[in-house]
């Protein structure tokens, strides 16, 4: 098989990957740290003010993880190998999760 080819081009689908995993990163970490403020002003209980900042700490994990990632998905892709995303996937559906806990709270407390 020729290079013009192949099925996958050199390191692209993994970089769109790796903007993938630092979108969602990002965008659990801003949104509980926002929530979380939120939460704290309007004086909701400390079960939605946690669950916020638990999807803030799952987006910082996985924003940091990105790099390490993105080098493990390389590197599988070119050896062939299978990839294995379980302990990033896990921060990512607890971070979800936290969000949605804290805005079932939020949602039955405010009057």
Avoid: K, N
Wanted: glycine share 12%; proline share 3%.
């Amino acid at each position: 098989m020729t290079p013009d080819e192949e099925i996958w081009d050199r390191g692209l689908q993994s970089e769109r990957t790796r903007l993938a995993w630092v979108r969602t990163a990002v965008a659990l970490a801003t949104g509980g740290l926002g929530a979380a403020g939120v939460s704290a002003r309007h004086g909701l209980p400390a079960i939605a003010i946690a669950g916020f900042a638990l999807a803030a700490l799952c987006g910082g994990v996985l924003l940091i993880r990105t790099g390490v990632r993105f080098r493990r998905v390389q590197a599988a892709l070119h050896a062939g190998r299978p990839l294995y995303a379980g302990f990033d996937a896990f921060f990512a559906w607890l971070g979800t999760m936290s969000v949605v806990a804290g805005a079932f709270t939020f949602v039955f407390t405010v009057r």
